[in-house]
Every structure is written in structure tokens, then in C-alpha cells.
């Protein structure tokens, strides 16, 4: 896959002059051979036409390889870091890294927002010779996070990330306050100041060395979704679209619609609101949510579907997707991620029954990272499973014994998520069954 900005530019002139070439060889060749005179006022339209679409054939071609290579050279260049050299090839670029961390990023930049805080926190640890992966959701209110050892960050914050106050000095305000005080942040990589200190608040936290991250804005998920003609999900209650708080104002949202359980195709902008919607639910579940649909779309993604629709997709990444990847990586990431279609895909949640996001212990945590990371160890939703499988099977004289739900943010042995305390049996309030459009 060539990547290389230079490159790109170089195939689109040579693609654009090669077409501009073999037309003007087709129209003189047409204007040499032909015998007016000779021709009748059919034959010579018959010609015309045969040789407008001998043109057509060779131009159109040229023409979308020119295009594409420009608009190829304009998002690479725009979306990810500067390349420091030649083309990496996958297997000199991981030969000696089995484990590679990017954190990402959800960002919602709303009109109802002071600053930009993360609205989804998430750390996929991919093995690159395997493609498994393990993602890692971090919710938006861990508490006071802490910073790596040694850094400039820590040393601002000693006992963790106290600016704005005990209660709301939570992880996803570390980019508000980093915007505010750029001039505090030690930025070696010359980040936006608010990336660079949420990349090290997770790394603190989680006892984790990032590699690199990724950003996508609410907009470049919907488009990406929109792309692959739609996500296919079995949607496991009714979602309400709308609802939730004006932060600024604390006015309510109305919920404007909802998306239906069951087997779902959803477009672009009903995926963006499986993933976000808050009303009737909480950061756990909404983190579970938020993984469902990354590990669905991951595995629907369809090359063909994506090149098709590559002119308006990579329109929309120039603005809303940004990323630390050099260049000069970007192919081996590419093969990294066909690689991670067929891996295995392992799902984890910080959560209350995890550490207490409130208050945590840092080493507790940081052991646990450690055991999602460990391929041996089984899932959050496996260990679950199998503690109840340990219980003894009740007599047959015995009521049957109840099932425990999963923890907040776990998702169910189907893959499902519910908020705590979900009852089946109740409708939400104005929801209609099958009246949604």
C-alpha cells in the first residue's frame, strides 16, 4: 500500500497525463484515419460515438486514479503525524514489538460543552503477530488519575489530578484544564496540550505505556458507519435518541425518538446514538455499549464497501479524525487491523466492582490491567460465568436459583449490555413498541 504523500502526488500527475495522453493518441488517430468522403452520415456518427467511448474507457479511469491519489495524499498528510522516513513494513515496524497500545478517543466537541471532554475513553492492546486484542474501556469519571512516574504531570499533581476539586477532578477534565494551562504540560511530542495530558493520565492510571492514539470526532464515526451501508446489531432495549442534561443550563433533552430491540440495521446516525445515549442508563453501561459497537463494526467492515464510498469518507476524516500513527506506519497498521478481523477480541470495564472509581487504589488497578493483557486469563464476562458455573447444580426438589445479572458494564453471555437494574418487564416511559420512524 503506498502511503507516501510524495508518491501519491507523483501517481496522480502521472495518472492524469497518461489519460490526457492516451486520449489526444485516440482523437488524432480518429481524425488521421478517417475518409469523410468516403464515410456515410451514420458511419461517421457510429465512429464518433465508438471513438468518444474509447476516450471515456481510458479517461474515466485515469482520471478516478488521479483523484483518489490526491485525495489519499490530502488525508494521509492532514490525519496522521509526519512521516521520519521510508515506507515501514509490517514486519520490520513489529518485529520487536509483540505488543502495541493506542489509546482512543471519542470526542465530543458539542455546543453544550465548556472545552472538549472525552466523551469515550477506550485502550485497545493489539498482539501483532496474532492480531488478538484486548480493549480496555476507562470511564469518564475515574477519579483524580494519576501520572506517570517521574513526569512533569506528576509533579503538578502529586497525589493525583486535584484542579478542579475532590468531586469533579475526573478523568475526562484533564484535556479542559491542559487547554487552560498549556504552559503546565510538559509536551514532548508537541501534542495538542489537552491530548498529551489525557494520554498521560491514562497511562498513570493504568500502569500502560501508550504507543499512539486515536481521535475521532461524533462525525467521523457516523460517516464511517454510513460508509459500510450500516451496522447490523441485535439492540438489546429500547435506546432513547435525545433525552439527557444541558450541562451549561441543566435544562433537559426531549427524547425524540428511540431505536427498537431486536435485530437492527442502523445507520450511521442511530449507531452514534446507541453508543452515546445516557438517558435510562450509566457511564457502565454506556462503556459496554460503546465496545459492542466497535467490536460489530470492526468485524462487518468491508474493504470494497469503504473504497467505494473512500472520496466522502476521507473528506469527513480530514476534519473529524486525527491520529499520532506516522505516515510512513500507516500500511502496517493497515495489515494490523485485517489482522485483528480474524483475532480474538477480549472486553474489559473498569467498573465500582473493579476498583472504587470514586476513590481507587492505583496498584489494585494496575495489577488488574495486567491480567486482561495476560491472553491465559479469561475475560471479565468468562470469569463471571464461570464463577456461577462453579455453584453446585440445585435438586430437582429445589427452586430454581435466580440469575445474578452481570456487573455494571459487563455484558451478558450474548454479548448484550443493560444498565443496573434494568427490568425487562417495564417499558421505558413514552415508549412505544414498532412506533418509531
Not at 325 to 350: D, T
Amino acid at each position: 500500500m503506498t502511503t507516501s504523500p510524495t508518491y501519491l502526488l507523483a501517481i496522480a500527475i502521472i495518472a492524469a497525463l497518461a489519460g490526457l495522453i492516451w486520449i489526444g493518441i485516440i482523437l488524432a488517430t480518429y481524425r488521421n484515419l478517417r475518409a469523410p468522403i468516403l464515410l456515410s452520415r451514420a458511419q461517421r456518427a457510429l465512429g464518433g460515438i465508438m471513438v468518444a467511448s474509447l476516450a471515456v474507457i481510458i479517461g474515466v479511469p485515469a482520471g478516478v486514479v488521479s483523484s483518489y491519489a490526491l485525495i489519499q495524499r490530502s488525508t494521509i498528510s492532514t490525519v496522521f503525524g509526519d512521516a521520519t522516513g521510508s515506507t515501514v513494513a509490517a514486519e520490520d515496524l513489529w518485529a520487536d514489538e509483540p505488543q502495541v497500545n493506542v489509546l482512543l478517543l471519542g470526542r465530543d466537541d458539542g455546543e453544550d460543552r465548556t472545552g472538549v471532554r472525552p466523551d469515550t475513553i477506550l485502550v485497545a492492546s493489539i498482539d501483532t503477530a496474532t492480531g488478538d486484542s484486548t480493549l480496555i474501556s476507562v470511564p469518564r469519571n475515574l477519579n483524580q488519575p494519576i501520572f506517570p512516574s517521574g513526569s512533569a504531570l506528576e509533579e503538578r499533581f502529586p497525589y493525583g489530578f486535584d484542579a478542579f476539586g475532590p468531586q469533579e477532578s475526573m478523568i475526562n477534565a484533564v484535556w479542559t484544564w491542559a487547554e487552560g494551562e498549556p504552559q503546565a504540560v510538559d509536551n514532548p511530542a508537541a501534542l495538542e496540550p489537552g491530548m498529551w495530558a489525557t494520554m498521560q493520565a491514562v497511562e498513570g492510571s493504568l500502569g500502560l505505556e501508550l504507543d499512539y492514539y486515536g481521535a475521532v470526532n461524533m462525525k467521523g464515526f457516523e460517516d464511517l458507519v454510513d460508509s459500510i451501508g450500516g451496522v447490523r446489531i441485535n439492540v438489546e432495549r429500547p435506546i432513547p435518541m435525545g433525552g439527557g442534561t444541558n450541562q451549561n443550563t441543566g435544562t433537559k433533552y426531549p427524547i425524540f425518538n428511540w431505536i427498537d430491540p431486536g435485530e437492527q440495521v442502523l445507520d450511521g446516525y442511530e449507531a452514534l446514538w446507541y453508543v452515546r445515549s445516557r438517558e435510562g442508563a450509566d457511564n457502565y453501561d454506556r462503556m459496554c455499549r460503546q465496545q459492542r459497537m466497535l467490536k460489530t463494526t470492526l468485524d462487518q467492515v468491508d474493504p470494497h464497501e469503504v473504497a467505494m464510498a473512500y472520496p466522502r469518507l476521507a473528506g469527513s476524516a480530514t476534519r473529524n479524525i486525527q491520529t499520532d500513527i506516522p505516515q510512513n506506519e500507516v500500511g502496517a497498521f493497515v495489515e494490523l487491523a485485517l489482522r485483528m478481523q480474524s483475532g480474538e477480541i477480549k472486553s474489559a470495564q473498569i467498573n465500582n466492582d473493579v476498583i472504587a472509581t470514586g476513590n481507587p487504589d492505583w496498584d489494585e488497578l494496575h495489577a488488574w490491567v495486567q491480567e486482561q493483557l495476560d491472553p491465559q486469563e479469561p475475560s471479565q464476562a468468562e470469569e463471571a460465568t464461570g464463577e456461577e458455573a462453579t455453584e453446585p447444580a440445585p435438586e430437582e426438589t429445589e427452586e430454581p436459583a435466580e440469575t445474578e445479572p452481570p456487573a455494571p458494564g459487563i455484558e451478558t453471555e450474548e454479548g448484550m449490555c443493560f444498565p443496573q437494574g434494568y427490568d425487562p418487564n417495564v417499558l421505558p416511559q413514552g415508549y412505544t413498541p414498532g412506533a418509531q420512524g
